[in-house]
């Protein structure tokens, strides 16, 4: 009869996949495949997750902080944003001279400089990291002595570490290293678990030169620090890192054991 091969399926049937009972993996046939969700009801899910890594990310890596004075000018300029590096001090790093640092108030260092208090829905996006901290007792300076650092200022300075003159180009043009004023004359050395803090713009920063009449004597607790603020995020055209200047480098200027 030659080669004619007869298909035993009958018409009805049909080519595989075509008739009879659909597959389950068909496209149509409402099995084997998930109907996707509308995005809607997806959201909230979304939100809360980014919520949650908004709120780790500021609690254990980087929190954002509002400069609120120009204490640190020109380094950093009043409503600037940077961001604090917070998941060094988890590995027992500490401050070391010429940081920038972000530390919470150690004794009524802001009484008699009020703070502009934030609304209900900029106090809990701030608290979850999707704002800069804000109307906060926290203070920006920089590092300047750390535990067993003499420091001192005599006349206009240099400002001294050990004896070693710092020059300080980060200093606020116009400004003196050292100031006459009440205060501005000192010689303290720093104790263990402390550091001393000034800030750049020196005749305009109420630092720990004028505290020293406090139970610290205007030393701040490590404690007390939050972090060092290593990004000046905000104005973008104005982004940068804020590393340790050379001046703090110099050969010498740890004490003497």
């Not at 993996?25 to 959201?43: I, Y």
Request: charged share 20%; hydrophobic share 40%; with cysteine.
């Amino acid at each position: 009869m030659g080669g004619l091969v007869i298909d035993a399926r009958s018409d009805q049937e049909g080519p595989q996949g075509e008739g009879g009972p659909p597959r389950e993996d068909a496209p149509g046939s409402g099995r084997g495949s998930k109907r996707r969700r509308p995005f809607w009801t997806e959201l909230p899910l979304l939100v809360c997750v980014a919520l949650v890594l908004a709120f780790l990310i500021k609690t254990f890596l980087l929190q954002a902080f509002l400069i609120p004075s120009g204490s640190m000018q020109n380094t950093l300029q009043k409503d600037d944003r940077v961001l604090v590096d917070k998941l060094t001090p988890w590995f027992g790093a500490k401050p070391a001279r010429g940081e920038v640092v972000v530390f919470r108030d150690p004794g009524d260092w802001l009484a008699g400089h009020p703070v502009e208090k934030p609304n209900v829905a900029q106090k809990f996006l701030s608290s979850v990291g999707l704002m800069p901290a804000a109307g906060e007792q926290h203070l920006i300076k920089r590092v300047i002595g750390v535990a067993g650092d003499t420091v001192e200022c005599e006349g206009t300075g240099p400002l001294k570490v050990n004896a070693k003159p710092l020059v300080e180009p980060y200093v606020f043009a116009g400004n003196t290293a050292c100031s006459t004023d009440a205060g501005g004359q000192f010689k303290v050395t720093v104790p263990s678990g402390h550091i001393w803090v000034m800030g750049d713009h020196r005749q305009s920063s109420q630092d720990s030169r004028y505290h020293q009449l406090d139970p610290r004597g205007g030393m701040v607790p490590l404690t007390d620090v939050v972090g060092r603020a290593v990004v000046l995020a905000w104005p973008v055209d104005r982004w940068t890192t804020l590393p340790v200047p050379d001046t703090f480098d110099q050969p010498g200027l740890s004490p003497t054991p």
